[in-house]
């Protein structure tokens, strides 16, 4: 048919021309690969490769992409195969495509002391900015609260009430199985240590603290970190992307009190509760393996367990949780907020939002076990 592409090969002395002609469009995307592929099998079988591109009739960037891809296949050692022929009309449009990709990677850069250094303070220079932008989230957050205390009627029960049920109610089931796993790992390990010495009925000291104190508050937190934090880091990095953050401030509505104050009295509210429900589940998890694994009926597990723990461990547990959850919702508020405009952006800023929340509940957990041996409890 008429205005086919075609790549005719011609000798000339020790050289070679192709000339090209016809439509190279994208019209004809698999007669050209398989012309260009064919040509460039030519590569080094004569010192001087011309490819001539008079007789093209139309030309796009697809046709434009593989006459370059061609010239660059055809060179070699240093002998540059060149493209002859070209056209006032088409010429701007070869050119932009052969500077895609024509600059070499850059070589890596050696690993020196400064270099090493240099790294080393960019990355404290970041984790400051990381400090300031949750002490400046936490502040807005309060200076939202101060206003809807005094303005009760701005308070958004219904978006509180929602996302109270998603953090704490839709998490229910998963954090009973995980902490119920845990507590009969525990109790079992416990069991099998404290059995060389005669010593089974101590498992039940080592279950109830490590539960109540620390294990139980913790666990749930890390995992609401992984759960709800990230949902919270996606929800607003998706809507700071469709710029409906923006649209709510040109109507005249705070972002931190519609979005953000919701979330976090949601997380506040459902994590004690979470924590509360996976300690219980916890401790029936590793009195069951006590019972059936250790030969410690439930009668004598429940009246050891009253005399190994006071009102002291329980109320250590529950101070920590409302503290970390108030650490995973301004993190994971901080990283949504700081979403760009691309979904790479939000992949990141999701990931950074759990990493963050983790690394923040296990510092925190830390201060407390200090502060809290400080004071006797």
Known sequence: MNGDPTLERIARGNGLALCAAGTWTARFAPVLEQIVADAEKLTGSRPNIFID??????????????????????????????????????????????????????????????GMLEQIGRNMVGFGMTIVGLIDMLGAVLAAAGRVISHPSGFRLTSTVHHLEQVCWHAVPIVGLITFLIGCIISQQGLFHFRQFGADIFVVDMLGVLVLREIGVLLVAIMVAGRSGSAYTAELGSMKMREEIDALRTMGFDPIEVLVLPRMLALVIGLPILAFLGAMAALVGGGLVAWLYGGIDPEAFMLRLRDAISIDHFTVGLIKAPVMAAVIGIVACVEGLAVEGSAESLGQHTTSSVVQGIFFVIVMDGVFAIFFASIGM
């Open 53 to 114: 591109v008079s007789q093209i009739s139309k030309l796009d960037t697809f046709g434009a992409w593989l006459i370059e891809r061609l010239r660059r296949s055809l060179t070699q050692g240093g002998v540059e195969a060149k493209i002859a022929g070209l056209s006032v009309n088409y010429s701007s449009l070869v050119d932009e495509v052969r500077r895609v990709k024509a600059a070499p990677p850059p070589d890596p850069t050696p690993v020196t002391v400064t």
